[in-house]
């Protein structure tokens, strides 16, 4: 997408696996979609989500006839599961923006080979946390209320509401993310268009690529609107977990009210996210045999990514600490010291320090990062603390206020729970789909990447055929 840079001495080790023509790129990625036949075991993980989806929808048809007392929440805990699940899918939708917009403009070309399923990731995950708010508004069918628009009342939004906050937030950062993800995947759709056996899919694939011919004037156009859409999206990576930080750091509630939190949250939602990338980008690199593309090399890069995350956001828990001790605020020394450590919640206190802190430690061996089996089971691990991370920071400051009389304890209920779950399902069904109509890879790309590295070998045929430094 960018202009080629000479090769980078650094590393002469591959990114892609040599070997790779365009006609190989091409034949792999589509084959998956247009060849090959739905097999037994996306057969069993997509009617598993399925299951999980008629839970969810289950749940909601439950919640709008009864209301939301069918949660645990209640006096002092008003804020329970909704959000503690709205916070985690927020942030584990961050990688996508991140690998595909920022690593884009910072020419690391590693990225390709995972960018377009990050991106998908992304949206999937975007969609489960915004129906969240939504549900916790309770008349959630009036949601259009946080919007501004023409009414004979002139009724306006709260804006100090950080419900209106959210709904801006994650609105515009679901369109970017649908515009960037959709401009990269229009020359994908044109190869599947012209490749496509099925006249369904020829005209399916031929209304969804708008016309790409891969004349000169559209691949200018493309490349134009890439890298607009991708500096457009880089600073949203940073505001939109901003702003859901200050529907915490600016009420007065103890435990919240930290000028820390909002980049604790954005380095809390890239570490969740790259978790997320992790976790499902190995098992689909094993099942379509995608090792040739999505390399070691990848997993190590991605490895040093979520340990350099988790570094910072352990510096995060131990300032919180540290701010408590040193200040003179006798509630946050109470809650951040006494209360989270060694009070009712003590338990889910130090896993998500084990989770998040300890775990993550063993990605410093380098034989470690290069174990995938290893890298995957701790992704899984850095997403549960993360979770249990929002559940700490919201229900451990709302049980125990000013008022010791209402002090209470807040504990999911078979509702809350399946609510949750059912939205795993809804993230994991959309993502069965994707995988099964569209390319998981960019084939554009990794064509352009193959390009640039002949070019370089034939400029030094001593050189490898690809490696770090040639970014396309």
């Not at 020359?187 to 006249?199: G, I, K, M, Y």
């Amino acid at each position: 997408m960018a202009s080629s840079t000479a090769p980078s001495a650094e590393s002469s080790e591959p990114v892609l696996a040599p070997g790779h023509t365009y006609a190989t790129v091409t034949d792999k990625i589509s084959a998956i979609v247009l060849r090959k036949k739905t097999g037994r075991r996306w057969w069993v993980g997509f009617l598993l989500a399925f299951f999980l989806v008629n839970v969810l929808f289950v749940s909601l048809a439950y919640l709008l006839s009864a209301g939301v007392g069918i949660w645990g929440v209640r006096t002092p805990v008003m804020w329970g599961f909704a959000i503690v699940n709205f916070v985690w899918w927020i942030g584990i939708g961050h990688a996508g923006t991140l690998i595909s917009a920022i690593l884009l403009l910072l020419k690391q070309q590693w990225r390709t080979s995972i960018n377009r399923f990050a991106e998908a990731m992304t949206l999937f995950a975007v969609s489960c946390a915004g129906l969240f708010p939504l549900i916790h508004m309770g008349r959630w069918w009036l949601f259009y209320w946080l919007f501004p628009y023409p009414n004979t009342m002139d009724m306006w939004p709260q804006w100090r509401s950080p419900l209106v906050w959210d709904a801006f937030a994650v609105s515009t950062y679901a369109t970017v993310s649908l515009l960037f993800w959709y401009v990269g995947l229009i020359p994908d759709v044109a190869t599947l268009r012209d490749r496509a056996r099925n006249r369904f899919a020829q005209i399916g694939y031929g209304i969804l690529a708008m016309g790409w011919r891969g004349s000169a004037r559209h691949w200018a156009r493309y490349q134009t609107a890439y890298l607009l859409l991708a500096a457009l999206a880089t600073p949203l990576v940073v505001s939109v977990h901003t702003i859901v930080s200050w529907d915490f750091a600016l009420a007065i509630m103890p435990g919240w009210h930290s000028t820390i939190f909002p980049p604790y949250f954005v380095a809390g939602a890239i570490y969740s996210g790259f978790a997320m990338v992790l976790t499902l980008a190995l098992p689909l690199r094993k099942a379509y045999s995608l090792e040739d593309f999505i390399t070691e090399r990848h997993v190590d890069n991605m490895a040093k990514v979520l340990l350099a995350t988790g570094l910072i956001v352990t510096y995060g828990y131990v300032m919180e600490a540290f701010f408590a001790w040193y200040g003179d605020n006798p509630y946050e020394r109470f809650m951040l010291l006494q209360e989270r450590p060694f009070g009712d919640y003590s338990h889910t206190y130090w896993m998500l320090i084990a989770s998040n802190c300890t775990v993550v430690q063993i990605l410093w061996l380098p034989a470690a990062r290069r174990n995938v089996w290893l890298v995957w089971c701790i992704s899984i691990v850095v997403n549960v603390g993360m979770w249990l991370e929002r559940y700490v920071i919201i229900v451990t400051s709302l049980h125990k206020d000013y008022l010791p009389s209402s002090w209470d304890v807040y504990h999911g209920t078979f509702w809350d729970y399946a609510t949750f779950y059912g939205s795993i399902g809804l993230f994991a069904t959309l993502l069965f789909i994707f995988v099964r109509f569209l390319p998981v890879i960019s084939m554009a790309e990794m064509r352009e990447l193959v390009h640039h590295a002949d070019e370089a070998t034939e400029a030094n045929p001593s050189q490898p055929a690809i490696q770090e430094g040639a970014e396309p």
